[in-house]
């Protein structure tokens, strides 16, 4: 039963770790988007 817990909580952090990295990627990605890009879609 140990192995059980030990092995959902490897996969469980595995698992946030990726999603951790991946909301931050994406938060690095938009950061690089030009201001006034923005600004044009608010006009439209």
Do not use: C, N
């Not at 140990?2 to 994406?26: A, C, D, M, P």
């Amino acid at each position: 039963m140990k192995k059980l817990l030990k092995f959902l909580l490897v996969v469980l952090s595995i698992f946030s770790t990726f999603l951790i990295g991946f909301h931050f990627g994406q938060e690095k990605e938009k950061a690089r988007i030009p201001k006034f890009q923005d600004d044009s879609e608010k006009t439209l």
